[in-house]
């Protein structure tokens, strides 16, 4: 009979909403984790409205739960990408019959690299 009150005592344990961020702190959005694996988490509001890739975690003074969600600053695409991006379009348009193999190449290690 304890082995059932003990399990009954775990699926009741307190839970807490966090922040699910990437390696950079980007907010990706939410999940309940139990209240004691919520340490170094963001711990936020269950009916949080930020967009997930539009924000970022800015970490306070304080403690890893003391910042703020700070928005990202549109990012225009570098020119490697506009390149790629051009180069891909004018090649499966049909525009370039004859596309270079240092073209190819550099798309292929390009889209590799960036995972384009």
Known sequence: MSEAFDMGKKENAATVTVAVLDND?????IEEVPENDADGRVQVP??????PGA????????????????????????????????LRTLIEGGVMSVVPSSVTSWMAQAAKKNGW
């Not at 702190?25 to 959005?29: D, E, N």
């Not at 269950?46 to 967009?51: E, G, M, P, S």
């Not at 975690?57 to 600053?73: H, K, L, S, T, Y």
């Open 46 to 51: 269950a009916d949080i409205d930020l967009k």
């Open 55 to 86: 924000y970022k975690w800015q970490v306070g003074e304080n403690a890893a739960n003391d910042g703020r969600f700070m928005p990202i600053a549109v990012h225009f695409p570098g020119a490697d990408k506009a390149l790629y991006d051009t």
């Open 25 to 29: 702190g980007i907010f990706l959005g």
